[in-house]
């Protein structure tokens, strides 16, 4: 099928193409330009890819969490493009993204997104499955819950056997190392913190079979799991 992946949820912006067997990918360091970047981004992979529009089969876009302007862009795009071609569009969460190229590793894995004020978004999978939901968490409540999380897993022997990942790793590794409840080895993983999560998009959404037509409920909303600044002051 023909795919179009869209990553807007963190500065770390991407977007892939799913032709057939060939893929397209592009990705850039935005910061806060994913509004700038997104419909030339898209242009330029359409081209590489030889489509048209009217070529595309479905669109998949990040689901959060993560910057909440970041992913209404990305939901507005990919919805404004999916409706007037009448084609499906699918939401998949960040942090499965963030974790997906490590399903096959031994650790428990902990994908992390810094969330601002001194808080993470993250969560937790062992043997690629998520054993753990969405947080947004401080660092002392994150140790308390990864302890339980190894001991439920029977992985407390294991040397380094917390594998951190995703832009917020190291702020994160770095905050765990003062918890006093944190007694244990951190792996960070360098590649992924600079790598966008198209890639991952396109391959949760044809694992889950998303645009086979065997799924009845297709997620197509954002999961912000924090009130914006404005909700939290109260502004309508």
């Not at 084609?87 to 096959?104: E, G, H, K, N, Y």
């Not at 054993?131 to 992985?155: R, S, V, Y």
């Not at 917390?162 to 702020?171: C, F, K």
Request: proline share 5%.
């Amino acid at each position: 099928m023909n795919l179009l992946a869209i990553d807007t949820a963190t500065e770390k912006f991407s977007l892939a193409i799913s032709e057939g067997s060939n893929t397209w990918f592009f990705q850039a360091d935005a910061g806060l330009r994913h509004s700038e970047l997104l419909m030339e981004g898209i242009d330029l992979l359409m081209k590489k890819a030889a489509l048209k529009p009217a070529d595309l089969e479905g669109i998949i876009c990040s689901g959060g969490p993560g910057s909440f302007t970041g992913l209404r862009i990305g939901f507005s795009t990919a919805k404004g493009l999916a409706l007037p071609l009448d084609i499906p569009f699918v939401s998949v969460p960040t942090l499965d993204c963030i974790a997906r190229p490590f399903a096959s590793l031994p650790q428990l894995i902990v994908p992390v997104i810094d969330a601002k004020q001194n808080a993470f978004f993250c969560a937790m999978y062992h043997n690629g499955i998520k054993i753990h939901p969405d947080m947004d968490a401080k660092a002392a409540e994150i140790a308390l819950t990864l302890n339980e999380a190894l001991l439920q897993q029977g992985l407390s022997d294991i040397q380094g056997r917390v594998l951190l990942t995703g832009p917020g790793a190291q702020l994160l590794c770095e905050k765990l190392s003062l918890e006093k409840d944190f007694n244990f080895n951190c792996i960070i993983n360098g590649k992924e913190l600079i790598w966008g999560n198209a890639l991952s998009l396109l391959t949760i959404a044809k694992e889950k079979k998303y645009f086979s037509g065997e799924q009845t409920e297709i997620p197509s909303g954002p999961q912000y799991i924090r009130k914006s600044d404005a909700e939290i002051k109260g502004v309508k």
